[in-house]
């Protein structure tokens, strides 16, 4: 069984699109994220869900909105997309606010702005 | 703010032996948590290794093992009898207690080159 899983894995689309990536973890974890891996490799935190309430709210613009439907949920919504949004962007969850905050990640959504 | 360093970009290892990836960190919170990520091309993030900034002991699993100095903010891992399916890059991350919400911290990485 998938622990984290994603859809799509790959998605490409124009400038100006809409677009929503979805997440779904089996883990029973009370936490949720999305992560932004850049052309660099480099991964920051964008979002976190405890319990269905935004915990956390980096400095990504508004035209990126997450949405938790249920604790085992976590989709992603980005408006009007923009060269610089392709990316790889990664679903994780984690036990927190038990055990020792590991996160377990999705495979990842390889996202391509045209 | 935390921070997390890895100074090596690039490093490569011959197969069977040993290779350590370094890793510093900066935190003002005294109850943490620090990882190392394994990210093969597929891209999937695989967990190595976890370390309780609480505990003394250095964690080991199977040929992964870390230096963990607390004084010192540096948490290096150490792979041994290095295979060809350890390439990857590696990534180093930071999360403390109580801000588990708050996601990881990661580094820039370390590409590991396994040479046959």
Known sequence: DTAVSQTPKYLVTQMGNDKSIKCEQNLGHDTMYWYKQDSKKFLKIMFSYNNKELIINETVPNRFSPKSPDKAHLNLHINSLELGDSAVYFCASSPYPDSTYEQYFGPGTRLTVT | ?116
């Open chain 2, 1 to 116: 703010a935390q921070t997390v360093t890895q100074s090596q970009p690039e490093m490569s290892v011959q197969e069977a032996e040993t290779v350590t990836l370094s890793c510093t960190y900066d935190t003002s919170e005294s109850d943490y948590y620090l990882f190392w990520y394994k990210q093969p091309p597929s891209r999937q993030m695989i967990l190595v290794i976890r370390q309780e900034a609480y505990k003394q002991q250095n964690a080991t699993e199977n040929r992964f093992s870390v230096n963990f100095q607390k004084a010192a903010k540096s948490f290096s891992l150490k792979i041994s009898d290095s295979q060809l399916g350890d390439a990857a890059m590696y990534f180093c991350a930071m999360g403390y207690s109580g801000g588990g919400a708050d996601g990881l911290t990661f580094g820039k990485g370390t590409h590991l080159i396994i040479q046959p």
